[in-house]
């Protein structure tokens, strides 16, 4: 609640990138003053036939590429939205949801998406 009201989730309408490039992501923590600030980009994804919570899932295959730019990237991560926790969320600075995390967000949450 308190990421919320302090204005620091917000929502990323993804767009996949054709190669890897740190370039354009770093442009765009730094024009939304995001630099030097622990950031959590989240996607959205399932666990497809995993029957233990303990089973993590990897990057869908939408985020590679976005994942290869992040990396390079000192206090930035992704995270797919079934693998995150309440530490996940309290240890980020700023948190960006993909857009097409949101409804899965809404489900998780007990509403509808």
């Known amino acids: 609640m308190e990421k919320i009201q302090g204005n620091q989730i917000h929502v990323l309408q993804f767009e996949p990138l054709s190669e890897p490039k740190t370039k354009v992501v770093a442009d765009f923590l730094k024009t939304r003053a995001f630099n030097g600030k622990r950031v959590l980009f989240i996607g959205d994804g399932l666990i497809e036939g995993k029957k233990n919570p303990q089973d993590v899932a990897a990057p869908a295959s939408k985020f590679d ?43 998780l949450l007990g509403g509808q998406a």
Not at 75 to 97: A, C, Q
């Open 65 to 107: 590429v976005f994942v290869k730019s992040l990396r390079n990237i000192p206090k930035s991560g992704f995270m797919l939205m079934p693998n995150i926790s309440g530490y996940d969320v309290l240890v980020s600075h700023e948190i960006v949801l993909m857009e097409s995390a949101v409804d899965q967000l809404k489900v």
